[in-house]
């Protein structure tokens, strides 16, 4: 089984014109994934060639949808072209929305949160990898062949990079889903959403999450996970070699004095039960170890 996304997932695109749009609509493909079609005002009512199929294009969300009772959208519109399209998409009442694109205004991000909290859509990211279920469907920009068979490792992570090394060391026993939320300060899906998807879903049988320093998120999912979670969860906080008391990290991950620092985390998740890895090799023996 798997959380999010499987092989019934209908997916469009939108920015399925542009160079990356395209270039990742590709990679989807080979992987697996139903893609419907694309979205682009300016390009509706046209075909796009992709190695010999042709994608449809739609010129809004609605009507794709209409057309091909698509239920999933991957996006990778330019940053200040992303709340409406992601707007647009929550208002079309889509069930999952995919935000690739980096570099959005928190302002924009915080109206997207609240919009997506009064609908029935689920947001991932922004600023994130996308999602992937071996075998069945991959939205977003992850490389399936890093892990391309499915297994009973669920994995959620802020880091893009370090969501495909840790499937390449554990893909000889594979995953249900790789969920990538992003590392924003405010994000659609956090690690407790997917933490408690895994936590439902009966063929996932361990979970590994992957946090970072600067914020709360991990402590409040240490919290969670210490009154929901029965199955294994083992972590990874990246920035365990961050000098003390200096202030650092991209826009999700700041660290100011003591504050959301690595070893607080490891604290934090370690007085929950969870396992906390140095580096990820040690995180991906302790999945290991857990499943043993």
Request: proline letters at 5%; aromatic letters at 4%; glycine letters at 12%.
């Amino acid at each position: 089984m798997s959380i999010f996304l499987n092989k019934d997932s209908r997916i469009i695109v939108q920015g399925m014109t542009g160079s990356e749009g395209m270039k990742h609509t590709r990679r989807m493909l080979e992987s697996g994934s139903n893609i419907v079609g694309g979205v682009n005002p300016r390009k509706a009512g046209e075909r796009v060639d992709i190695d010999g199929r042709e994608i449809p294009v739609f010129g809004s969300v609605r009507e794709a949808m209409q057309a091909t009772e698509a239920n999933v959208t991957v996006i990778f519109v330019p940053a200040k072209f992303t709340k409406d399209a992601a707007e647009e998409a929550i208002r079309a009442g889509i069930e999952l929305v995919v935000i690739i694109t980096e570099g959005i205004p928190v302002k924009d991000t915080a109206e997207l949160y609240a919009l997506g909290r009064e609908s029935k859509t689920r947001i991932i990211g922004p600023n994130c990898p996308g999602l992937y279920t071996p075998g069945e469907s991959n939205a977003g920009i992850i490389p399936a062949e890093t892990a391309p068979n499915p297994g009973k490792i669920g994995l959620v992570s802020k880091s893009g990079t370090l969501t495909y090394q840790m499937m390449y060391e554990l893909s000889d026993i594979g995953f249900s889903t790789c969920v990538g939320i992003g590392g924003d300060p405010i994000i659609g899906t956090t690690h407790i959403s997917a933490i408690e998807a895994f936590q439902n879903d009966p063929d996932t049988e361990a979970i590994i999450m992957i946090g970072e320093i600067g914020g709360d998120a991990e402590e409040h999912a240490a919290a969670y996970i210490k009154d929901h979670v029965t199955k294994p969860v083992i972590a990874y906080i990246a920035g365990f070699t961050a000098p003390e008391g200096k202030t650092m990290g991209h826009a999700g991950a700041i660290v100011s004095g003591g504050s959301g620092t690595a070893e607080g985390k490891k604290a934090a998740l370690e007085a929950a039960g969870v396992k906390v890895g140095k580096t990820p090799s040690q995180a991906a023996e302790l999945v290991r170890a857990a499943l043993a």
